[in-house]
């Protein structure tokens, strides 16, 4: 079945280092492939997404290319901010089921330092 | 302009008891979604709801779990003679009809219901 793998943490990092979390897939079919991100105490958010091959999902200064032919969806930062430390889940949806649900990694903690 | 809301935020329960949880999807999101997050398994989707179409409940663990939605907007997820294992934080989220948004409508999450199985 459909899977996503991403790195494991924590990942920690001190104030404007560069960020790289890796995530690749498997999956039947062309998914989209998401970020969502969990700050301390609050609900799951959006943070990107990419619907196909090649698409570059950016928010607040991240970024991610959707890779087909390396099935690799890895989220990047130039300088993260000590704001930036959270939970990180890589996640999936499959196009052409009649469910919309979402698969996710294991997710990655994120420690930035000032 | 409320977001997906779910009630309580904490339950402590006793092994066997019967424990509801509740979901408020945001307003005009047909598609609603039961998520399960544990140290264990990670995040797990548990069941899918669209309009009136019959629920993709293909990710229930157990026959002890269900869920309804009743007039298409609320819903319960009911867990029968928990058990320790069934200790974690259940997520709702909520979305457009699929296609409505595109392929893959964003799904807006709510805060979570943090379970604790004695």
């Known amino acids: 079945g459909d899977s996503v793998t991403q790195m494991e943490g924590p990942v920690t990092l001190s104030e404007e280092a560069c960020l790289t979390i890796n995530c690749t897939y498997t999956a039947t079919g062309y998914p989209s492939l998401f970020w969502y991100v969990q700050y301390p105490g609050e609900g799951l958010q959006l943070l990107l997404k990419a619907t196909k091959a090649d698409d570059k999902g950016s928010n607040k200064g991240f970024e991610a290319t959707y890779r087909k032919e390396t099935t690799s969806f890895h989220l990047e930062k130039g300088s993260v901010q000590v704001s930036d430390s959270a939970v990180y889940f890589c996640?999936?949806?499959?196009?052409?089921?009649?469910?919309?649900?979402?698969?996710f990694g294991t997710g990655t903690l994120l420690a930035v330092q000032p | 302009g409320a977001g997906v809301s779910q009630s309580p935020s904490n339950k402590v329960t006793e092994k066997g008891k019967d424990v509801e949880l509740r979901c408020d999807p945001i307003?005009?999101?047909?598609?609603l979604y039961w998520y399960r997050q544990s140290l264990g398994q990670g995040l797990e989707f548990l069941i899918y709801f669209q309009g009136n179409s019959a629920p993709d409940k293909s990710g229930l663990p157990s026959d002890r779990f269900s869920a309804e939605r009743t007039g298409g907007s609320v819903s319960t997820l009911t867990i029968q003679r928990t058990q320790q294992e069934d200790s974690a934080v259940y997520l709702c989220?909520?979305?457009?009809?699929?296609?409505?948004?595109?392929?893959?409508?964003?799904?807006?999450f709510g805060p979570g219901t943090r379970l604790t199985v004695l």
């Open positions: 307003s005009g999101h047909t598609a």
């Open positions: 996640a999936l949806s499959s196009y052409g089921g009649a469910t919309n649900k979402l698969i």
């Open positions: 989220a909520s979305s457009f009809p699929r296609g409505a948004g595109g392929p893959n409508s964003e799904q807006f």
